[in-house]
């Protein structure tokens, strides 16, 4: 599947993601700046935070209840688009999935 980033200067990096794999393992492997991912995915970090595009957030869902938690504590402004990126999984009906990285 494909995945575009936005990034907060304009530019975007788009790359093919595996089914199975978390949208903050697939920025890392892409080297998506703004996205680092401290705790690994354990959602325990919320150095992952995204905003999903308006037109994917039916299809990526709400964060459950410790992600809610856990955006609480990011660094940008929390919205309500805002997802840890460790909790969006790729799968075949995210094919195109388009994700802003926030402005630190």
């Not at 996205?35 to 150095?47: D, F, H, K, M, P």
Request: glycine content about 8%.
């Amino acid at each position: 599947m494909k995945v575009t980033w936005n990034l907060p200067d304009g530019a975007q990096i788009t790359a093919d993601v595996q089914t199975g794999t978390n949208m903050m393992e697939a920025a890392v492997a892409n080297n998506v700046p703004g996205v680092i991912g401290e705790c690994g995915g354990n959602l325990s970090c919320a150095t992952c935070h995204v905003y999903v595009d308006a037109g994917w957030t039916d299809r990526t869902g709400d964060a459950e209840d410790f992600e809610d938690a856990m955006l609480d504590v990011a660094e940008a402004e929390r919205r309500p688009e805002s997802r840890l990126s460790c909790q969006i999984e790729a799968s075949d009906d995210l094919d195109g999935l388009v994700l802003i990285v926030p402005q630190p």
